[in-house]
């Protein structure tokens, strides 16, 4: 896969596109761009939490908002995350062209990259990148859904098959598709790609 075309195309689309080795390097430029006073939240991502970024981000003295910070349940953060100065997460899936993919079933996710937050950073290893457009939708619906219902215990056909079976069992995690072809408007926007498999 030719990563320096995906961040020239990321780059030509309008957002903030960068490649790194590790995610130490990663973490030293999000720094940056992040005052300590800034309240950060984070959406749902198994990437983050593969690469500690929440207790990286607390140990250097950032302003994380978590249930372990504040004491809160999972859905309030996620509300007052909405509100947040800046937005971490993932994405299922990207495409070359530099399209970004979400599958979400509370919305949250999807509420955080889309509004609020005037600062969002993707943060995704290689194995999200995908040749096409349709390959990305693909891998979100048949690779990272499954996955997650695995991960998350849920009661769904492709828990047994390892395929989206387009289920409309309650237990559904695929709610909302979100992609982001540009920066949203008035959200500056970080595509951070680190060179491992990273996330489901
Ligand atoms: S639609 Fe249903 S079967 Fe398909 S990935 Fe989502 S939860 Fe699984």
Redesign the pocket.
């Known amino acids: 896969m030719n990563y320096e075309k995906l961040i020239e195309n990321l780059t030509n689309r309008g957002f903030i596109a960068k490649i790194f080795d590790d995610e130490n390097q990663m973490v030293e430029e999000m720094k940056k761009h992040i005052e300590k006073t800034e309240s950060i939240g984070f959406g749902g991502s198994m990437t983050a939490a593969e690469i500690n970024l929440t207790d990286k981000l607390l140990e250097e003295g950032y302003t994380v908002t978590t249930s372990k910070t504040t004491g809160l349940d999972y859905i309030e953060v996620a509300r007052k995350n909405l509100n947040a100065d800046v937005y971490v997460t993932s994405a299922n899936a990207i495409s070359m062209e530099g399209s970004l993919i979400n599958?979400d079933g509370t919305g949250n996710r999807i509420g955080g990259t889309c509004f609020g937050p005037e600062k969002l950073f993707y943060v995704l290893g290689t194995n999200k990148v995908e040749e096409t457009f349709e390959k990305a939708l693909w891998r979100a619906?048949?690779i990272a859904?499954?996955l997650n219902?695995k991960r998350l215990l849920?009661n769904?056909?492709?828990?047994k098959t390892g395929k989206?079976?387009?289920?409309n069992?309650p237990?559904?995690?695929?709610r909302g598709f979100l992609v982001v072809e540009r920066p949203l408007t008035r959200k500056t926007t970080y595509v951070y790609i680190i060179k491992k498999s990273l996330g489901l």
């Open positions: 599958i619906r048949n859904a499954p219902c849920r769904t056909p492709c828990v989206c079976e387009d289920c069992s237990d559904r995690i695929c």
